[in-house]
């Protein structure tokens, strides 16, 4: 069965940092790409960064692009999103998402992890 | 503002059919097959509902179908049940990534 499991969410005040990780189970994570995609309060989702299953590509949505930076380790199945200069408008509930295949480029999400919630307050 | 454009509730009874509308443009929903539309309850993560426009992935409902004309699509529950009020989220792929709607909250009355 595949598993995301999301850690690393909390309270941060404008302009600090926070680091998420995301654990996965179930698949051979060294084949997959993996996503982050985040859903404000009241908002609809929105699409922030990728990396490939080699960890040679990156994506970053322009919201977060300089600000965020994502990064994986194969031999402990774990992808990180490095967050730094958060802003009020990064408050979210954040999702880790398993891609179709290798590259960053997907068409959809078949299996999301249940999320960790970022508050960006002062 | 999101990408693409859905409204933001709809409402229906048990047992009726509801359609929900995303509209994108001609460089994203209107120039790919790529519509996929995902379900999402109150602290739950979003579950895949449609992907491809149509298809539907295994073990989902055939109460559950999907379409695509010109720069819009569109998401149909038939026989609507009381498990079905969510929020719903469509998706295109683009050429800069994926997009999403800002989604539709479905009410069952």
């Known amino acids: 069965e595949v598993q995301l499991v999301e850690s690393g969410g909390g309270l941060v005040q404008p302009g600090g940092s926070l680091r998420l990780s995301c654990s996965a189970s179930g698949f051979i994570f060294s084949n997959y790409a993996i996503h982050w995609v985040r859903r404000a309060p009241g908002k609809g989702l929105e699409y922030v960064s990728a990396i490939s299953s080699n960890g040679d590509s990156t994506y970053y949505a322009d919201s977060v692009e300089g600000r965020f930076t994502i990064s994986r380790d194969n031999s402990k199945n774990r992808v990180s999103l490095e967050m730094t200069s958060l802003r009020a408008e990064d408050t979210a509930v954040y999702y880790c998402v398993k891609s179709l295949g290798d590259a960053t480029v997907t068409y959809y999400f078949d299996y999301w992890g249940q999320g960790t919630l970022v508050t960006v307050s002062s | 503002q999101s990408a693409l454009t859905q409204p933001a509730s709809v409402s229906g009874s048990p047992g009726q059919s509801i359609t929900f509308s995303c509209t994108g443009t001609s460089t994203d929903l209107g120039d790919y097959y790529y519509v996929s539309w995902y379900q999402q309850h109150p602290g739950k993560a979003p579950k895949l509902m449609i992907f491809d426009v149509s298809s539907r992935p295994s073990g989902i409902s055939n109460r559950f179908s999907g379409s695509k004309s010109g720069n819009t699509a569109s998401l149909t529950i038939s026989g609507l049940q009381p498990e079905d009020e969510a929020d719903y989220h469509c998706?295109?792929?683009?050429?800069?990534?994926?997009?999403f709607g800002g989604g539709t909250k479905l009410t069952v009355l």
């Open positions: 998706s295109s792929y683009t050429n800069s990534g994926l997009v």
